[in-house]
T-cell receptor, first 114, second 109 residues
Framework: GAGVSQSPSNKVTEKGKDVELRCDPISGHTALYWYRQSLGQGLEFLIYFQGNSAPDKSGLPSDRFSAERTGGSVSTLTIQRTQQEDSAVYLC????????????FGPGTRLLVL | DAKTTQPTSMDCAEGRAANLPCNHSTISGNEYVYWYRQIHSQGPQYIIHGLKNNETNEMASLIITEDRKSSTLILPHATLRDTAVYYCIVSGYGNKLVFGAGTILRVKS
């Protein structure tokens, strides 16, 4: 079946602009995760959605970052007033139930802030 | 904070077994050892995980020492397509995964 998809695959924006990144998890997966990967670095956890529970936002680096998940499926990560240090690959993953399971990752969105 | 220590990089000849070590001396009793890999420009891919027993699947084998303070991921017959960054992660059941820098495995012909 279809895997996790993300859009856009690449995004170039100017400093100070807002951007929205989209993630479509695997159908039926209740848990969704966002990570960030800066050049040459490991993955940095950002936020976790599990069903109807309040999301775990403990990894969001600042209040310029927010995410929502509508209808328990598609998620949007929004970065307001982008800064150059926000340039990274933003990865989304999903699992059927939660953290204890295999995470299936999307291809990522490469964000470049000029 | 990553709870694991891995070599920065390793080389392996094509067709030979690749043995990737990981130290996790502070692992606690309810924490699992997970291995993921990331091929260039792709999202990470799950390989295998275990608690205390050795595990094997179609991709790899995971050998965990009796004291659980270290483990080894074994790719039995490495191919060029196995060139990737390999992440060893220790995490409790239901807890988030924390990715460190991983090991860059280069498979050479």
């Amino acid at each position: 079946g279809a895997g996790v998809s993300q859009s856009p695959s690449n995004k170039v924006t100017e400093k100070g602009k807002d951007v929205e990144l989209r993630c479509d998890p695997i159908s039926g997966h209740t848990a969704l995760y966002w990570y960030r990967q800066s050049l040459g670095q490991g993955l940095e956890f950002l936020i976790y959605f599990q069903g109807n529970s309040a999301p775990d936002k403990s990894g969001l680096p600042s209040d310029r970052f927010s995410a929502e998940r509508t209808g328990g499926s598609v998620s949007t990560l929004t970065i307001q007033r982008t800064q150059q240090e926000d340039s990274a690959v933003y990865l989304c993953a999903s699992t059927l139930l939660g953290f204890q399971e295999t995470q299936y990752f999307g291809p990522g969105t490469r964000l470049l802030v000029l | 904070d990553a709870k694991t220590t891995q070599p920065t990089s390793m080389d392996c000849a094509e067709g030979r077994a690749a043995n990737l070590p990981c130290n996790h001396s502070t692992i606690s009793g309810n924490e699992y050892v997970y291995w993921y890999r990331q091929i260039h420009s792709q999202g990470p891919q799950y390989i295998i995980h275990g608690l205390k027993n050795n595990e094997t699947n179609e991709m790899a084998s995971l050998i965990i020492t009796e004291d659980r303070k270290s483990s080894t991921l074994i790719l039995p017959h490495a191919t060029l397509r196995d060139t990737a960054v390999y992440y060893c992660i220790v995490s409790g059941y239901g807890n988030k995964l924390v990715f460190g820098a991983g090991t860059i495995l280069r498979v050479k012909s």
